[in-house]
């Protein structure tokens, strides 16, 4: 695993908006797909659904799987894509870059593909978080069997980029599919030191927490795998953790219960601003606390 070097001053920036935002990378325009494709592609991954809209420049189809409540009304989360359009506005810049770990071809993608189909939720935020996650990623696969010349996918948020083929043929059992798709372990060096950075990036979408290492003296790729452990635990669960509690840390690169890193909830060192659980790791612990 390579690094990205971080200078001192981490510059912190706001994460904007609610929906979740899916773009289809793409070398060349592509038609709109036609509405009976659309129809039974996303049937046959989300089940029913109404399709509201479909013309030349976007579609868009409520997912009557999950029924909300609002003011004894019912009404569905619907669904979103745009045309394929040229989109000038879409940039990658180095630190995303540096961070897109399951997508060796990446710098390859980005110089070739400009064209882009762009697909987000609405209504989303107020379904339970695991449902809307489903239903995220059954979109995600439809999407990627919808659009055969789609070259690879990339979740806006947490900076994550999968090629199409590798969305096709994945074989992540269904309860685990957000974390491994849409929620990125990052990993930085700290210039001029022998700190170490790891967070994620992603959970804040589901209004769960992200995590964050600042730490020395460890391997980091043991640390990643711990992040993973512990987002899947907080995403199976809800997040049971308190600030202040602690959970099992690393003993020789294993899970070791004689050993406890405290978790507290702090701001994020990294961009975008952000509150994450901040896990202590004792006698490796960089920075103050």
């Known amino acids: ?4 070097v971080l200078h001192q001053n981490l ?3 706001e994460p904007d908006g609610d929906a979740f935002v899916i773009h289809l990378l793409m070398q060349d325009k592509c038609p709109v797909p036609e509405k009976k494709d659309v129809i039974r592609i996303m049937q046959k991954h989300l089940g029913d659904i109404d399709c509201f809209s479909h013309d030349d420049k976007n579609i868009g189809f409520a997912v009557k799987k999950y029924p909300l409540k609002f003011d004894e009304k019912t009404v569905y989360p619907m669904l979103m894509l745009t045309d394929c359009f040229l989109n000038e506005k879409l940039s990658f810049d180095e630190l995303t870059c540096s961070q897109m770990w399951d997508c060796p071809e990446s710098d390859e993608i980005i110089a070739r593909c400009h064209y882009d189909v762009v697909a987000v939720d ?3 935020a107020f ?5 809307r996650t489903d239903m995220l990623m059954d979109f995600t696969e439809a999407l990627a ?13 947490s900076g994550k980029m999968f090629t199409r083929q590798a969305i096709l043929e994945h074989t992540v059992p269904r309860k685990d599919r957000f974390i491994y798709f849409a929620v990125n372990v990052r990993f930085f060096h700290i210039e001029g030191s022998n700190d170490m950075l790891i967070d994620s990036l992603g959970m804040s979408e589901v209004n769960l927490p992200d995590v964050q290492y600042h730490f020395h003296g460890l391997d980091p790729n043991s640390v990643v795998n711990h992040a ?8 199976e669960n809800n997040c049971p953790i308190e600030s202040g509690e602690t959970i099992d840390g690393l003993k020789d690169g294993k899970l070791s219960r004689d050993i406890q890193w405290i978790c507290r909830f702090e701001e994020s060192l990294i961009q975008p601003s952000r509150t994450v659980m901040d896990i202590n790791t004792l006698e490796f612990a960089s920075g103050r606390r």
Do not use: G, H, W
Request: aromatic letters at 22%; glycine letters at 0%.
């Open 145 to 157: 069997e919808l659009y055969p010349t789609c070259e690879a996918v990339y979740f806006d948020r």
């Open 11 to 13: 510059f912190q920036k």
């Open 127 to 131: 379904m339970d978080y695991k449902d």
């Open 1 to 4: 695993m390579s690094e990205k």
């Open 122 to 124: 609405m209504l989303s």
């Open 228 to 235: 993973y452990n512990v987002l899947s635990y907080i995403y």
